[in-house]
């Protein structure tokens, strides 16, 4: 059961001006095989078919918890896709062709079918598949394969920093190339302790580390490399049975926060009249408006 909760795990910058193929390219760490889409539902649907949860709790609550924060990381890559619609498009007459700029687009599904908004689509427009779930009920063969994800997520994601220098989708990277490192490390971790294979001994992959990326040294500085959180008051706690001792990389003590990060608001998308959205007229606005009042 998820909670809910009407925030960002971090603030990203309304830009003035967006960019339609820096979204495209967002796009594939959304809904691309390596995206935020197959990290969640894979972790999610291992945790919900998890066997032998009291007798390895441990693990369950590491995968457990890591699931809700990529609910969390699928909504700041949607919204980041989002932002980077800001002013593509603007309102005017059908026979203007306000949406002409789409057709400069790498992905005009983002233009046809979503109204400039995130889709579970990768960067060609190709959907999400449901394939890219990997639940065998083998705890070892699970974790290994969440640490392949995640690095496999992770390349993606510094190669796409490479392709835009948008500040929104770079703020995005910057943040998820640090959070996504630690889930490498955690199940790096595990696997040590079901196996007694050292594989933090590996990391980072790829080898550039995440220092070197301006937009992702000011969440190092805030030590987010180093923390996993059971985004829960009470449960999930056995994480730091896992989750201990320091980081390979900076030798940094690891530590186990109870509860979740603080997030920062969610930006409010503006309307798009030439996308008819959200479709609603100024007076079809007050009808609605005088409805909701009757009714309370």
């Known amino acids: ?11 990203l910058p309304v830009p003035e001006h967006g960019d339609a193929n820096a979204a ?27 066997r032998c949860k009291r007798k390895l709790k441990p693990f369950y609550d590491l995968v457990a918890s890591i699931t ?6 699928v909504e700041l890559v949607s919204t980041t896709i ?12 059908p026979d203007s062709t306000p949406l002409r700029r789409g057709l400069k687009a790498h992905n005009l599904q983002y233009f046809i079918a979503t109204a400039q908004t995130s889709y579970p689509m990768d960067s060609m427009g190709n959907p999400w598949n449901g394939t890219f779930v990997h639940s065998s009920g083998n705890l070892i063969e699970d974790m290994l394969h ?12 510094m190669r796409v920093y490479e392709m ?19 889930h490498i490390l955690a199940y790096a971790k595990a696997l040590e302790i079901l196996t007694g294979v050292y594989l933090p001994g590996m990391l980072p992959v790829p080898s550039l580390d995440n220092s070197k990326f301006d937009y992702a040294r000011k969440y190092m500085e805030q030590g ?43 930006p409010d998308l503006e309307a798009l009249p030439e996308e008819f959205a959200p479709g609603l007229t100024k007076d079809h606005y007050m009808q609605v408006l005088k409805r909701l009042k009757a009714s309370m």
């Open 1 to 11: 059961m998820i909670k809910r909760i009407n925030r960002l795990l971090i603030k």
């Open 24 to 50: 495209a390219a967002v796009q594939n760490l959304l809904g691309g095989k390596f995206g935020e889409m197959s990290t969640l539902n894979n972790y999610m649907f291992q945790s919900f078919n998890f």
């Open 68 to 73: 809700a924060e990529e609910f969390g990381h």
């Open 82 to 93: 989002n932002l980077l619609s800001t002013g593509l498009t603007h309102p005017g007459d």
């Open 146 to 157: 969440n640490f392949f994800l995640e690095i496999g997520a992770r390349t993606q994601k």
């Open 164 to 182: 835009t220098d948008h500040p929104t989708a770079r703020e995005m990277i910057g943040y998820l190339l640090v959070r996504g490192g630690t």
């Open 224 to 266: 987010l490399h180093n923390v996993l959180f059971t985004w829960s008051s009470k449960d999930y706690r056995d994480i730091d049975k896992i989750w201990k001792g320091k980081n390979p990389e900076t030798g940094e003590r690891l530590h186990v926060v109870v509860g979740r990060p603080e997030g920062a608001p969610v």
